[in-house]
């Protein structure tokens, strides 16, 4: 299957610091990209996605302002929590897919705590 | 009502055993399905895509979709410990973009 890596795997940051989030697919051309957040023992909460040159779409209830989506080429897409809170402390997922398939996959996430 | 059903577990079995998971869905637009495989502090693993109503096996894993019953199953013989993890059903339409995702079933297969 097709390669997407995150980095970094974790972070631990302060309480009103940002953090970046790199997604990068390795080996196709990722023309959309979805970010997820995965609480413990709970399913995928999809968080926005974007297409590449394009402004994200958020979810409902999501912060656009807060979580800032970059998906300025077709093998890279950030994710930047800004001023983060404790609350934001979560497992975030990339996932990734070309033009030519439905199929997506996914980075191997980032833990994030902040304290 | 959600628009993918999946019963969360956990489920354990013995090693060996044939695992059975299976989600349902309100929307008779989906029209494709895949299985994940989701490890602790790992992202999701695709496993299995198909597209079509029947069976689609790859290895010990077989994925069955029943268009007609909106139901699809993930089926997992001679189950190994390896296997332990959580199975997540994603479900998407052709054209939109976005999957929709079951709750994740977790499972533990007991040496």
């Known amino acids: 299957g097709a390669v997407v890596s995150q980095h970094p795997s974790w972070v631990i940051c302060k309480s009103g610091t940002s953090v970046k989030i790199e997604c990068r697919s390795l080996?196709?051309?990722?023309?959309?990209m979805f970010w997820y957040r995965q609480f413990p023992k709970q399913s995928l909460m999809l968080m926005a996605t974007?297409?590449?040159?394009?402004?994200?779409?958020?979810e409902q209830g999501v912060e656009k302002d807060k979580f800032l989506i970059n998906h300025a080429s077709l093998t890279l897409s950030t994710l930047t929590v800004t001023s983060a809170h404790p609350e934001d402390s979560s497992f975030y997922i990339c996932s990734a897919r070309g033009d030519d398939s439905p199929k997506g996959y996914f980075g191997p996430g980032t833990r994030l705590t902040v304290t | 009502q959600k628009e993918v059903e999946q019963d969360p577990g956990p489920l354990s079995v013995p090693e060996g055993a044939i695992v059975s998971l299976n989600c349902t869905y309100s929307n008779s637009a989906f029209q494709y399905f895949m299985w994940y495989r989701q490890y602790s502090r790992k992202g999701p693993e695709l496993l299995m895509y198909?597209?079509?109503?029947g069976n689609k096996e790859d290895g010990r894993f077989t994925a069955q979709v029943d268009k007609s019953s909106k139901y699809i199953s993930l089926f997992i013989r001679d189950s190994q410990p390896s296997d332990s993890a959580t199975y997540l059903c994603a479900i998407g339409i052709q054209g939109a973009q976005k999957l929709v995702f079951g709750q994740g079933t977790r499972l533990t297969i007991n040496p």
């Open positions: 974007s297409n590449e040159g394009s402004k994200a779409t958020y």
């Open positions: 198909t597209y079509s109503s």
């Open positions: 080996d196709f051309q990722a023309t959309t």
